[in-house]
């Protein structure tokens, strides 16, 4: 059973929906371009080490949200979703940066357990999962879902597990059979289309929204400007933004 910050992540991603004019159950288009231009919230998309996957940083009265571009692009679309889902529920951006453990649910932290549900939420809706699945689904549907909304086959057990279309005997053979990749050789079996999106099109990093072109971050990022200045001419606190670009970038 879910529990409440589960519900309110939930609830928050259904509301972006609504309030954002996104069908309820369609898979979204392009994530960025809604994050970019109906939140209006910038993006930079850049290399950082493996082990994380993004940050949401306060700016000023707005957000800045990252994304490790060393990932693969369905990892970077729920890393993505997981940061706004920091900024839509109103997070205070004192957890600034997520690591791959966070997003993979190994958490007891009640905002990345919202945000998290958050992502899930807006970017799998539960009730189109109800709708298209029965019970207990096979691998090939798992990775059918997937593709239909540009997630791994990882999030698509997730989804089946929230929706409680699993038994405990089947879920588990899903997940050894996740383990050992067989996703992976059914998918290029498949030759499913992958999701042409922003994200998707992404050829060189760092990726910076237009909103940054120009700006002091723009300045860090190629080494130009000093973080303390780059925060003063933002109205960031230095601390964050050196923790989400220095501490980010050590590898």
């Given at each position: 059973m879910?529990?409440?910050?589960?519900?309110?992540g939930?609830k928050?991603?259904?509301?972006?929906?609504a309030?954002?004019?996104?069908?309820?159950?369609?898979p979204l288009?392009?994530?960025?371009?809604?994050v970019e231009?109906?939140?209006?919230?910038?993006?930079v998309?850049?290399?950082?080490?493996?082990?994380?996957?993004?940050?949401?940083v306060?700016?000023g009265d707005?957000?800045?949200?990252?994304?490790?571009g060393?990932?693969?692009?369905?990892r970077?679309r729920?890393?993505l979703?997981?940061e706004l889902?920091?900024?839509?529920?109103?997070?205070?951006?004192?957890?600034?940066v997520?690591?791959i453990?966070?997003l993979?649910g190994?958490?007891?932290?009640?905002?990345?357990?919202?945000a998290?549900?958050?992502?899930?939420?807006?970017?799998?809706?539960?009730?189109?999962?109800?709708r298209?699945?029965?019970p207990?689904?096979?691998?090939?549907e798992?990775?059918?879902?997937?593709?239909?909304?540009?997630v791994?086959?990882?999030?698509?057990?997730?989804?089946?597990?929230t929706?409680e279309?699993?038994t405990?005997?089947h879920?588990?053979?899903?997940?050894?059979?996740?383990?050992?990749?067989r996703?992976l050789?059914l998918?290029?079996?498949?030759?499913?289309p992958e999701?042409?999106?922003?994200l998707?099109r992404i050829?060189r990093?760092?990726?910076l929204s237009?909103?940054?072109?120009?700006?002091?971050l723009?300045?860090i990022?190629?080494g130009e400007?000093?973080v303390?200045d780059a925060?003063?001419?933002?109205g960031?606190?230095a601390?964050?933004?050196?923790?989400?670009?220095?501490a980010?970038?050590?590898?």
């Open positions: 879910a529990g409440p910050d589960s519900n309110r939930t928050r991603a259904r509301e972006a929906r309030e954002l004019g996104v069908h309820p159950e369609a288009p392009c994530l960025l371009e809604l231009e109906s939140v209006g919230l910038p993006v998309v850049r290399r950082l080490p493996r082990e994380i996957a993004g940050a949401c306060p700016c707005s957000r800045l949200l990252w994304v490790n060393v990932h693969h692009v369905v970077q729920f890393t979703a997981h889902g920091h900024a839509w529920c109103g997070h205070d951006g004192t957890v600034a997520d690591t453990e966070t993979n190994t958490t007891t932290t009640p905002y990345e357990i919202q998290n549900a958050f992502a899930a939420e807006l970017l799998v809706p539960l009730a189109a999962v109800k298209l699945l029965g207990d689904p096979s691998l090939e798992l990775v059918v879902l997937g593709a239909h909304y540009g791994s086959a990882w999030v698509a057990l997730f989804r089946c597990q929706a279309l699993l405990e005997e879920g588990a053979r899903l997940r050894e059979q996740l383990e050992e990749g996703h050789e998918a290029a079996r498949m030759d499913l999701l042409d999106d922003g998707a050829e990093l760092p990726y237009r909103s940054l072109e120009g700006s002091a723009a300045g990022l190629a400007v000093s303390d925060a003063q001419a933002a960031c606190e601390d964050a933004l050196r923790g989400a670009v220095v980010l970038e050590a590898s």
